[in-house]
């Protein structure tokens, strides 16, 4: 491909695709952000082929660009200014609560879309269960059932 064969480009993608796409969706959190970003992966690989040095490792020199691409794509869409490019505290922190975040979210998704619905709003929104219920047209005794029925899920996932 340095050289200006654009065959190869078929065998990397096969070859990477999964691993471009993984990488740029655990930065951005989101799937359609991630598929631009694997698109945008392989043109970078093809328009700046002649950069990769011989002898060294392929995989890591693809991930590099993905994990860039998606790191300037989050700083672009999101706003995010956060130092990535260093091995700092701030840094390792960041990706210590992130790993975190994609835990309790994957549990929270297990739930049932009304529970789901009542734990948001009661956590992330901060409503009272008597605001709940009055949203969903149910008693608060209802919505504070649901809602310790389902942080009591939540607990046995995440032990």
Same mark, same amino acid.
Do not use: C
């Given at each position: 491909?340095? $050289?200006?064969?654009? *065959? =190869?480009?078929?065998?990397? +993608?096969?070859?990477?695709?999964?691993?471009?796409? *993984?990488?740029? +969706? %655990? /930065?951005? =959190?989101?799937k359609?952000?991630?598929?631009?970003? !694997?698109?945008?992966?392989?043109?970078?690989?093809?328009? *700046?082929? !002649? !950069? +990769?040095? #011989? $002898? #060294?490792?392929?995989?890591?020199? /693809?991930?590099?660009?993905?994990?860039?691409?998606?790191?300037?794509?989050?700083?672009?869409?999101?706003?995010? #200014? #956060?130092?990535?490019?260093?091995?700092n505290?701030?840094?390792? /922190?960041?990706?210590?609560? +992130?790993?975190?975040?994609?835990i309790?979210? %994957?549990?929270?998704?297990?739930?049932?879309?009304?529970?789901?619905?009542?734990?948001?709003?009661?956590?992330?929104? =901060?409503?009272?269960?008597?605001?709940?219920?009055?949203?969903?047209?149910?008693?608060? $005794?209802?919505?504070?059932?649901?809602?310790?029925? !389902?942080?009591?899920?939540?607990?046995?996932?995440?032990?």
């Amino acid at each position: 491909m340095a $050289g200006g064969d654009k *065959s =190869g480009l078929k065998s990397i +993608y096969n070859d990477f695709k999964h691993a471009v796409y *993984s990488l740029a +969706y %655990t /930065i951005l =959190g989101d799937k359609y952000l991630a598929e631009d970003v !694997s698109h945008n992966v392989f043109l970078k690989i093809l328009s *700046s082929a !002649s !950069s +990769y040095k #011989t $002898g #060294t490792s392929p995989k890591a020199w /693809i991930m590099q660009i993905t994990r860039n691409t998606a790191i300037d794509e989050l700083r672009k869409k999101r706003d995010i #200014t #956060t130092d990535f490019e260093t091995n700092n505290d701030n840094a390792l /922190i960041y990706k210590e609560n +992130y790993d975190k975040k994609i835990i309790v979210f %994957t549990a929270v998704n297990t739930l049932e879309f009304e529970q789901r619905q009542i734990v948001v709003m009661h956590v992330i929104a =901060g409503l009272t269960f008597r605001e709940i219920g009055e949203l969903l047209n149910q008693p608060i $005794g209802t919505v504070a059932w649901k809602y310790r029925t !389902s942080i009591n899920k939540l607990k046995v996932i995440l032990k």
